[in-house]
Every structure is written in C-alpha cells, then in structure tokens.
C-alpha cells in the first residue's frame, strides 16, 4: 500500500524529474525533497525569478505533503478503490494549478499546463510564445 501512496504521490507530481526518485526504491524521498527537486527543475524550465522559485517551492511542500497526508489517511482507513486515490491526487493537483497561476506569469503558466500534460490546447508561436492553437490558425489565415 505505500507503493500506492508513493506511485499517487508521484503522479501527482509534475512528471518528469520526479521519475528519478520512484527508480530509487531503497529510500522514499521526502514531499520537501520532491519539492526541491521540482522546484528547481521548474526554475529552469519556465525561467522562474528567485522570488517566484521560494513561493513555487513553498507552494509545492505544502501541496505535497498535504496530497502524502491525504493518501496516507486513505490507505489508514482501509480504502483501496484506485479511482479514489485518483480523485484526492487530483484535488490536490487543481489546489497546485490554482497556486500556481497567482504565482507565475501567463506564458509560465501555460509552459506549466505543457509539462505537466494539460496545455494541449496551447503551441508556440514564431515569436516564443505559447498561443492557443485556434488563435494562431487565425492569425496564419490573416496574415496570408
């Protein structure tokens, strides 16, 4: 059942960094390490100030432990339906979005969306900025 909270706790997590620690099975990392690990990748993914790195790590820790303390109370009680473990990863991923947006920039945000799987949506355009793809079919209909 820990393998559960922790391969919930993961998912949760915004994949890729976090896929190094569930290699590692010997030593269960920290929701602070994660946090660091994420924080740190997400600095030099999305370009992120030092101001906006100590509020995306404080927001993170928070988040991640509370998502482990969630988990935890759901297996202490017995509960073992996967589809539950699913939704409580995904109010806690919704609290991390909402966070987040007041945190970074509009083209930081998006990036975000991007990594972690939920911007489909949005591509960049000829400048580097992320647009929503109907909007730069409208520009390229314009500007032909």
Not at 19 to 45: I, V
């Amino acid at each position: 059942m820990k393998k559960i909270i922790l391969l919930s706790a993961i998912f949760f997590l915004a994949l890729g960094s976090v896929s190094s620690f569930a290699q590692n099975s010997d030593k269960q990392p920290t929701p602070e390490e994660m946090a660091e690990k994420e924080t740190k990748n997400l600095a030099k993914r999305l370009n992120l100030t030092e101001a906006q790195e100590f509020y995306v790590d404080s927001i993170l820790v928070a988040n991640y432990v509370g998502v482990v303390a969630a988990l935890e109370d759901l297996k202490n009680s017995g509960m073992q339906d996967p589809e539950t473990y699913r939704r409580v990863n995904e109010q806690w991923q919704q609290k991390n979005l909402a966070a987040l947006k007041k945190v970074l920039d509009e083209q930081q945000y998006i990036g975000y969306l991007r990594y972690i799987g939920k911007g489909k949506d949005y591509k960049k355009g000829k400048d580097g900025k992320w647009y929503l793809k109907s909007e730069l079919k409208k520009q390229n209909k314009n500007s032909q």
